[in-house]
């Protein structure tokens, strides 16, 4: 039997994904967690195997969370769940530590296929990723500009891109105000911009927000 912990703010998503894992005979949910907090309370109080994880809950990043989550608990493979498009984040949370990343698009079946996969030492993305990493490989360029970002960066340009203002960035990272416009000044250098409207205007177009 694989034991799973699900982590998700919506209730409702929780239940889906539930539904969908009880729905086989190998496949239970042991645990829920609606943030990154209750996810490593959770995790110590349980004999989870598998944690499928929403990367976009509230609170601490989701990035955040999962590096914690590993050094914690090394051994306990993660699958990611999130809205943005695997090309533009897998590969980002896969060098972070994550197991397999997938679209909440996917369909059910994929879902329990990726649980299994993990749980047994395995990497889960999707059949078209796949082939676009491995035709990376065998490229010599350099690849989205905002590859450059460090992970916190990264969530900064999201947050910025989303409508955000720095003194709210502050608030919800646990930042001063000074270390969040040190990271948007990093941003803007690294991707060769100006301002918040030219960030905002790159993230759309390369679906980093919805």
Excluded: W
Excluded at 11 to 25: F, S, Y
């Amino acid at each position: 039997m694989i034991n799973v912990l699900i982590a998700d703010d919506h209730a409702v998503v929780r239940r889906g994904l539930k539904q969908i894992l009880e729905e086989t005979t190998d496949i239970r949910v042991v645990a829920e967690a609606e943030d990154g907090k209750d996810v490593l309370n959770k995790l110590r109080g349980s004999e989870t195997q598998v944690v499928v994880l929403d990367i976009s809950m509230p609170g601490r990043s989701g990035l955040d969370v999962l590096r914690d989550l590993k050094c914690e608990h090394t051994d306990t493979p993660v699958l990611v769940l999130s809205i943005y498009p695997e090309e533009q984040f897998a590969v980002r949370v896969l060098k972070s530590g994550a197991s397999g990343y997938m679209t909440k698009e996917s369909a059910p079946e994929d879902l329990v296929e990726a649980v299994r996969r993990v749980k047994y030492g395995g990497l889960y993305v999707s059949p078209r990723l796949a082939e676009k990493l491995a035709g990376s490989l065998n490229r010599l360029t350099e690849g989205p500009i905002h590859e450059r970002l460090s992970d916190r960066e990264f969530q900064v340009l999201q947050m910025i891109a989303s409508g955000k203002t720095v003194s709210v960035i502050a608030e919800e990272l646990t930042l001063s105000v000074k270390t969040v416009s040190t990271y948007r000044a990093r941003v803007l250098a690294k991707m060769l911009m100006k301002n918040n409207s030219e960030l905002t205007r790159y993230a759309f177009e390369n679906g980093l927000i919805s």
